[in-house]
């Protein structure tokens, strides 16, 4: 399974960005899709995910400013970022869930994309 991740890019404090992920390959099914970021000398960290039903949940960091959305029929998830702020500049990964054709599990990772914040 390959995620193909995009969006990113520079932008001012209180500006926004749209980042997108396509899954592709042997699918037979995603449970869930979300996006996790890493800042320099930090430790990965959960943003937001959104299972198959729905469901979705958020760091509250991000709560109320982000949104996280998906299309199952495109195998896509969004992160709609509005009000953005210099401590969300990271190195954003998205991530899916689910199982193959031969029902086998996986756990993928996209190659990340850079958000940078200016103040």
């Known amino acids: 399974v390959q995620l193909q991740a995009s969006g990113g890019g520079l932008v001012q404090a209180g500006g926004s960005l749209r980042l997108s992920c396509a899954a592709s390959?042997?699918?037979?099914?995603?449970?869930?899709m979300g996006w996790y970021r890493q800042a320099p000398g930090k430790q990965r960290e959960l943003v937001a995910a959104?299972?198959?039903?729905?469901?979705?949940n958020y760091a509250d960091s991000v709560k109320d400013r982000f949104t996280i959305s998906r299309d199952n029929a495109k195998r896509t998830v969004y992160l709609q970022m509005n009000s953005l702020k210099p401590e969300d500049t990271a190195v954003y990964y998205c991530?899916?869930?689910?199982?193959?054709?031969?029902?086998?599990?996986?756990?993928?990772w996209g190659q990340g994309t850079q958000v940078t914040v200016s103040s």
């Open positions: 991530n899916a869930r689910g199982r193959g054709l031969r029902w086998e599990t996986f756990d993928s």
């Open positions: 390959g042997s699918i037979f099914s995603i449970s869930a």
């Open positions: 959104i299972t198959n039903g729905g469901s979705t």
